[in-house]
């Protein structure tokens, strides 16, 4: 007998992320301009569709938007971030190897996956991204006289799978007041959000599609490359039930 | 600050393999209560119920109950009236026991001492309840403890039950519970917090529940009673059931020792952190806890010198334990099999230093073989399964999913049937980082999987049955570590070690 499982990953059906087109500055993130600070250059760079990471010396950039490498403005780019001109060599990196990933390659995609999903929500008025590349829908699941509670998906969890990459896909809640703004006090938040997460699987995945459907297909750039999500769930195929596994779900 | 460990570092170099994708042939624990017990499946309410608990019924000498009787003493804080009545309810409901409400989701409770076959359970009468100003525990502690050394005389084990008004879910009154844990286990007194926590038109904490069921008789307790007295007989050392540890089912091999390592910083001391462990014998049965002296850590990574000093500990602590010693005393066997359970990533070094500390402990006990299981946990929600063929889409408790050669998504909590309702779980990832290498007790996955179901059904803090998502180890190992960031340690050598008194 065949047990129907599925798995919440949606996988890339681009391009691979092989020999990636990488602009490495000679610079450290200590050279930074004062007015800057790790969050603050992120988010700016972002809504400049730029990633960037900093490893070995370097500050690694490219285009997210849809730009090839080339038509980058480097040079203002050096003297809003360092104040400075710095050296610049092109490089082609292939982001999932062991070396590059972690350092390099998964900061660079979760840049680039966050301003896909700002730009792909920016004309829908029911969807909100935050910086952790949480998109969360703006109904209340839930309410009470002051507050409520919103549902969204986390996609910051990025894994490597067969030298390709996939998102892991998991529900998140916010807890918001009746103007919007995020409830700070954690003891409301806990409370309000404990009351809508015991959910069945099925509640569970009905949420999830909600929000999915309005982001997929997702096309991510990442320089002269493009990352294309189109499914949120993988059925798992060789999901052979065996004889003790029957025992139990009978 | 309890660690939150690498485990970020482990999520971001998981691998998924594609053709590595399979259902994993798992079996379910067995829950033993008894020696003679016939069941397969057996829930701890019906186990206990029918057999009593394993240690009341053991023939084993090193396992059966060296107590019959256990005294409570319980303490509130003075002016909370709603405290003091909710915990003379519970204590009329722990000694006369309570009858459920309804059929679904309630159960039955005999009475502690009838339900866990004790000879005898004090219970105060209100009128022995023991009143403390908040901040003034200890100094009332000193003027009763003459109370606790007469009761241990007299060959009972004293439980402290403190009521109060702080809950685990809110920092406020938090200082509360910090008192009473730090003030009793000071004075190797175990002792079980219980609160009561009001907010605007609703409440937490089993105080809250009781007074709630007394004014209006509609707010099913059974469940919430056997949790407490499972608590209680877990304080005094009683062991409720046992899960043998066999690697699997197949063989008659068993993982004779799990040891669970969680790091916590030492509070106000930046840079040092205590290292504790948590060690189960081949029965699941707790052979004892170890807290190291403070390290300087960078990073949560042990060096080559502290793993080799901190397992070296371990082991011994592992091998002087009475009936281990009895099974492994010099040459008795020629194999020691031993599980290490670590959330994140085992380190070269950690591992070069846990290989020295293993050669050193072979020499003294005069082992041939010592194979040792490296076990690398994932605790954060990240990949999840849906059963499409399940009413609800849940997935079964005890179902694995193998994603690459060495780690599986495993579900340790979940419905028991494909047909119950139960709100979703995530499973964990476990991986072994030494399978089927050299001197690995785990060939496959299924074992591995299977072991990490074995150690997690020893939930001894609830009665409700796969609900705990972590292994034993590594859940008793992160209690010990909570209480340590609070400065709250057991004393070197004190009896509470071989109890769950950090629940």
């Known amino acids: 007998m065949k047990q129907k499982l599925t798995l919440n990953i949606m996988v890339n059906e681009g391009d691979s992320l092989v020999n990636v087109k990488i602009l490495a500055l000679r610079a450290k993130r200590q050279e930074i301009r004062r007015k800057w600070n790790a969050k603050s250059l992120r988010n700016y760079l972002v809504n400049q569709g730029i990633a960037h990471a900093f490893h070995g010396n370097f500050m690694?950039?490219?285009?997210?938007?849809?730009?090839?490498?080339?038509?980058?403005?480097?040079?203002?780019?050096?003297?809003?971030?360092?104040?400075?001109?710095?050296?610049?060599?092109?490089?082609?990196?292939?982001?999932?190897?062991?070396?590059?990933?972690?350092?390099?390659?998964?900061?660079?995609?979760?840049d680039a996956l966050r301003y896909a999903l700002i730009s792909k929500v920016k004309s829908s008025s029911s969807l909100l991204v935050t910086p952790r590349c949480e998109v969360y829908e703006k109904n209340f699941i839930q309410a009470w006289r002051t507050i409520g509670v919103i549902a969204g998906v986390d996609l910051s969890r990025i894994v490597r799978i067969n030298g390709n990459i996939c998102v892991c896909i998991k529900l998140t809640y916010e807890c918001y007041d009746g103007l919007f703004r995020r409830?700070?006090?954690?003891?409301?938040?806990?409370?309000?959000?404990?009351?809508?997460?015991?959910?069945?699987?099925?509640?569970?995945?009905?949420?999830?599609?909600?929000?999915?459907?309005?982001?997929?297909?997702?096309?991510?750039?990442?320089?002269?490359?493009?990352?294309?999500?189109?499914?949120?769930?993988?059925?798992?195929?060789?999901?052979?039930?065996?004889?003790?596994?029957?025992?139990?779900?009978k | 600050m309890v660690e939150v460990d690498n485990e970020v570092l482990l999520l971001n170099n998981l691998k998924i393999e594609l053709p590595a994708l399979s259902i994993v042939e798992t079996a379910r624990p067995k829950q033993l209560f008894n020696d003679k017990q016939v069941e397969e499946r057996l829930s701890p309410i019906s186990g206990i119920h029918e057999y009593g608990p394993y240690d009341s019924t053991s023939t084993d000498q090193y396992l059966k109950r060296s107590f019959d009787e256990i005294e409570l003493f319980v303490f509130y804080p003075q002016g909370e009236s709603k405290v003091f009545s909710s915990l003379k309810y519970l204590m009329e409901l722990m000694e006369y026991g309570y009858n459920r409400l309804t059929s679904r989701i309630d159960v039955d409770f005999d009475g502690f001492k009838q339900e866990f076959r004790l000879k005898r359970v004090h219970v105060p009468d209100r009128s022995e309840f023991i009143s403390y100003k908040l901040g003034e525990l200890d100094r009332v502690i000193q003027d009763h403890k003459e109370l606790f050394y007469s009761s241990f005389r007299g060959g009972s084990i004293p439980i402290a039950i403190v009521g109060g008004t702080s809950h685990r879910s809110f920092y406020?009154?938090?200082?509360?519970?910090?008192?009473?844990?730090?003030?009793?286990?000071?004075?190797?007194?175990?002792s079980q917090y219980v609160s009561y926590y009001e907010i605007e038109d609703s409440g937490f904490g089993l105080l809250w529940q009781v007074q709630r069921y007394y004014n209006t008789k509609s707010n099913p307790l059974g469940f919430a009673l056997w949790n407490l007295s499972l608590n209680i007989y877990g304080k005094a050392g009683g062991i409720p059931w046992i899960v043998r540890q066999n690697i699997s089912p197949k063989t008659n091999e068993v993982i004779d020792f799990s040891i669970g390592i969680r790091f916590s910083r030492i509070p106000n001391q930046r840079g040092y952190v205590l290292g504790h462990a948590v060690i189960l014998d081949r029965f699941g049965k707790l052979s004892g806890t170890l807290t190291t002296r403070p390290l300087r850590l960078m990073g949560m990574k042990l060096s080559k010198y502290q793993a080799f000093r901190f397992f070296q500990d371990i082991l011994i602590k592992a091998l002087s334990d009475e009936r281990v010693r009895e099974i492994y005393g010099k040459g008795k066997r020629e194999k020691i099999n031993i599980a290490i359970h670590r959330l994140s990533t085992f380190h070269l070094e950690e591992i070069e230093g846990l290989k020295q500390a293993l050669n050193k402990i072979r020499e003294e006990v005069n082992v041939s073989e010592v194979n040792y299981g490296l076990i690398s946990i994932i605790r954060s929600p990240l990949l999840a399964l849906f059963d499409e063929s399940n009413p609800y889409k849940n997935v079964v408790y005890g179902t694995a999913l193998q994603i690459n050669e060495n780690t599986a998504l495993i579900y340790t909590t979940g419905p028991l049937t494909q047909r119950a309702k139960r709100s979703m779980s995530y499973p964990i990832i476990a991986s072994c980082v030494n399978l089927a290498r050299r001197n690995s007790p785990f060939q496959t996955m299924s074992?591995?999987?299977?072991?990490?179901?074995?150690?997690?059904?020893?939930?001894?803090?609830?009665?409700?049955?796969?609900?705990?998502?972590?292994?034993?180890?590594l859940e008793f190992a992160q209690n010990i570590a909570k209480l340590a960031s609070y400065g709250i340690q057991l004393k070197t050598g004190s009896w509470l070690e071989k109890t769950l008194w950090f629940l």
């Open chain 1, 60 to 110: 690694w950039i490219c285009p997210v938007d849809g730009r090839a490498v080339e038509n980058l403005d480097v040079n203002n780019l050096m003297q809003e971030v360092f104040g400075a001109s710095k050296s610049v060599v092109i490089r082609y990196l292939d982001l999932t190897s062991d070396e590059v990933w972690n350092p390099i390659g998964i900061i660079l995609l979760r």
């Open chain 1, 183 to 249: 409830v700070d006090d954690p003891s409301i938040r806990v409370r309000a959000i404990s009351r809508v997460t015991k959910i069945t699987s099925d509640e569970y995945l009905a949420r999830m599609s909600s929000i999915m459907q309005k982001i997929l297909p997702l096309n991510v750039f990442i320089s002269n490359k493009r990352i294309l999500f189109n499914k949120w769930n993988r059925i798992i195929e060789k999901g052979v039930v065996r004889e003790t596994l029957l025992r139990w779900l």
């Open chain 2, 172 to 190: 406020q009154n938090r200082e509360q519970y910090i008192e009473a844990k730090r003030v009793f286990t000071s004075m190797d007194i175990p």
């Open chain 2, 447 to 473: 074992e591995v999987c299977n072991h990490i179901l074995n150690v997690a059904a020893l939930h001894w803090q609830t009665v409700i049955q796969a609900s705990v998502r972590l292994p034993a180890t």
